[in-house]
Structure formats: structure tokens, C-alpha cells
T-cell receptor, first 115, second 112 residues
Framework: EPEVTQTPSHQVTQMGQEVILRCVPISNHLYFYWYRQILGQKVEFLVSFYNNEISEKSEIFDDQFSVERPDGSNFTLKIRSTKLEDSAMYFC?????????????FGPGTRLTVL | KQEVTQIPAALSVPEGENLVLNCSFTDSAIYNLQWFRQDPGKGLTSLLLIQSSQREQTSGRLNASLDKSSGRSTLYIAASQPGDSATYLCAVVNNAGNMLTFGGGTRLMVKP
């Protein structure tokens, strides 16, 4: 069964460093998402992406964050200058069409630790 | 702004018991509601999706209901097993967008 994959599973970085989190959505899906979950807190929406552009973003997704679909399979989240409070589990998700009418399928997550 | 709440936050039951997890949301203008399972330190596994026009969905021992007008959903788990131990999350997609808004989850422990 097709699934969303994410790499790396765990990333440790120093404060102020740039990180890129990678995702491979399900191949025939068109909508892509990033969410994050700080330890002990709710899963929070960051950004959605469709047709090579951002369709929605939350207040969390400020200028330090960017997303890209560099080729036909990968979807990346870049954090330019990491802060301690960026430490969280980051989940990528995808759905075949508009999220309102289809299930969102999630990857296993990347645990980001900022020291 | 949509707020999703799940009660109880934690639940411990003996194996074999039937149980109900509750989810409520403040804005009834939703496209759908999705229930997920999350094992410790792991990703989210989709369990059931209920469209706003539907009243319930079933998958195996799981049954989810939706009362959109009152802003409530329940997840019923029949004949619980130790392997059902996990955190169960509900999330909604609002009419205004396509992102999920999550509740805080119910942490379920099924004791053998």
C-alpha cells in the first residue's frame, strides 16, 4: 500500500543552523502539508501546498520557513535559522484532491532537536 | 477560530470492554472529520474519515459517528484489545480551508 515517507527520522542541529526536512508524498496525490507536534502538545498545521505554490499557511509559518517541491517526488520544509522552540516532531501529509473530501495520509515524522 | 477538544484525556480499561472516545468542535461548518491513531513517538495512522453529510463510518471493531450540528463525534471501539493501546486523535477540516485542526487526543491503555 502506498505511503508517505520522511527523512531523516531524527535530526539534531545547533541553534541558528539551517535544516531541510524531506518528504515523499504518495505518488498520485496533489495536495501536500506540513504539520508539527511539540512534545505534549496538539498537532499544529504549518502549511499546505498545491500546484507548486503555498495554498494556506498558519501564523507559525513565518519567514524562517519555506517549502519546495524540487522535483516530481520530493516535498521539503526548510527552516533557515533554527530556534530552540522549533524542536518538535514534523509530519508531512498528502491527499489526492482537496483535503475536504479526502483522507490526509501522514508520514512517520522527523523528530527535530535544536540544541 | 476552530477549537477541537477530546475527553477524556486518558482512559484505562480492561481487555474486552467496549469504549467510547469523545470529540467536540466549536465551529460546525466542517467538510469532514478524521480519526487517527498515534503510537508513542510515531506518526499518525488514519482510522476513519466521516464526510460532513454522513452520520457514521465503520471499520472492523471501530465505529465513528458525527453530529455536525451539535459539534460532536464519538469513536466506539468494540471488544478492546491490548493492541488498541495508543493515543487517539480527532481532527476536522473546516469549510474555509483544507487543513486539519486537531484535538489533544485521548491516551488509551487496554490492560490484559
Amino acid at each position: 500500500e502506498p505511503e508517505v515517507t520522511q527523512t531523516p527520522s531524527h535530526q539534531v542541529t545547533q541553534m541558528g543552523q539551517e535544516v531541510i526536512l524531506r518528504c515523499v508524498p504518495i505518488s498520485n496525490h496533489l495536495y501536500f502539508y506540513w504539520y508539527r507536534q511539540i512534545l505534549g502538545q496538539k498537532v499544529e498545521f504549518l502549511v499546505s501546498f498545491y500546484n507548486n505554490e503555498i495554498s494556506e499557511k498558519s501564523e507559525i509559518f513565518d519567514d524562517q520557513f519555506s517549502v519546495e517541491r524540487p522535483d516530481g517526488s520530493n516535498f521539503t520544509l526548510k527552516i533557515r535559522s533554527t530556534k530552540l522552540e522549533d524542536s518538535a516532531m514534523y509530519f508531512c501529509a498528502s491527499t489526492r484532491t482537496s483535503g475536504g473530501y479526502n483522507e490526509q495520509f501522514f508520514g512517520p515524522g522527523t523528530r527535530l532537536t535544536v540544541l | 477560530k476552530q477549537e477541537v477538544t477530546q475527553i477524556p484525556a486518558a482512559l484505562s480499561v480492561p481487555e474486552g470492554e467496549n469504549l467510547v472516545l469523545n470529540c467536540s468542535f466549536t465551529d460546525s461548518a466542517i467538510y469532514n472529520l478524521q480519526w487517527f491513531r498515534q503510537d508513542p513517538g510515531k506518526g499518525l495512522t488514519s482510522l476513519l474519515l466521516i464526510q460532513s453529510s454522513q452520520r457514521e463510518q465503520t471499520s472492523g471493531r471501530l465505529n465513528a459517528s458525527l453530529d455536525k450540528s451539535s459539534g460532536r463525534s464519538t469513536l466506539y471501539i468494540a471488544a478492546s484489545q491490548p493492541g488498541d493501546s495508543a493515543t487517539y486523535l480527532c481532527a476536522v477540516v473546516n469549510n474555509a480551508g483544507n487543513m486539519l485542526t486537531f484535538g489533544g487526543g485521548t491516551r488509551l491503555m487496554v490492560k490484559p
